[in-house]
């Protein structure tokens, strides 16, 4: 079963902040964080594995709340080049070798 | 550092056809996985190998098949195509837990 992914669309100005939250029904060992911009590849992000860490990138940077099985992208000061669509990854067991199950995405809209 | 690269870019089948996708893993990984994007949807998980035989397989059928070559490389079988396998696929390579998607390939049925 996919994760839910909310809200579905966001819209920003830029330097505003946004949050992406990714949940799933299932127990999770880790969320992978992808960004992909219209007819290209994901990009990848940030990976964060069971154990409620946080991390940061730049300006990007997530937790993970195990025991709600919860995950959220926190984007600050948002600048043009985070437009694009926000996808999350869970894997539902350890050493499942990057078996990747994906939100439907969220889409952001960064305007001047 | 050549990433992850796939090939072709673009494809045009028609109903039934036979069509063969090409993968080479980011350098050092040893772990592709194949993964179907609709138009609008998230990647699904379609398969993944690992030192050459298929690790674990998504829910798709067997008209979807794959190798791994010794040098990691990897390649992508659908048989008898169906409307609805029109998808972007994605092949993403990996070596611990963090996964590097390539471009894709453009599969277009008709």
């Known amino acids: 079963q996919q994760p839910v992914q909310s809200p579905q669309a966001v819209i920003l100005r830029e330097g505003e902040d946004a949050v992406i939250n990714c949940s799933s029904s299932k127990a999770l060992y880790s969320v992978h964080w992808y960004r992909q911009k219209h007819g290209e590849a994901p990009v990848f992000l940030m990976i964060?594995?069971?154990?409620?860490e946080q991390k940061g990138h730049e300006k990007i940077s997530a937790s993970f709340n195990e025991k709600k099985q919860q995950s959220s992208l926190y984007l600050t000061a948002s600048q043009l080049s985070y437009s694009g669509t926000y996808f999350c990854?869970?894997?539902?067991?350890?050493?499942?070798?990057?078996?990747?199950?994906f939100g439907g995405g969220t889409r952001l809209m960064v305007k001047p | 550092d050549a990433g992850v690269t796939q090939s072709p870019t673009h494809l045009i089948k028609t109903r039934g056809q036979q069509v063969t996708l090409r993968c080479s893993p980011k350098s050092g990984h040893d772990t592709v996985s194949w993964y179907q994007q609709a138009l609008g949807q998230g990647p699904q998980f379609i398969f993944q190998y690992y030192e050459e035989e298929e690790r674990q397989r998504g829910n798709f059928p067997d008209r979807f098949s794959g190798h791994q070559f010794p040098n990691y490389s990897s390649e992508l079988n659908v048989n008898a195509l169906l409307l609805g396998d029109s998808a972007l696929y994605l092949c993403?390579?990996?070596?611990?837990?963090?996964?590097?998607f390539g471009p894709g390939t453009r599969l277009t049925v008709l």
């Open positions: 993403a390579s990996s070596l611990e837990n963090e996964q590097f």
């Open positions: 990854g869970t894997e539902t067991r350890w050493n499942a070798g990057n078996m990747l199950t």
């Open positions: 964060l594995l069971k154990g409620g």
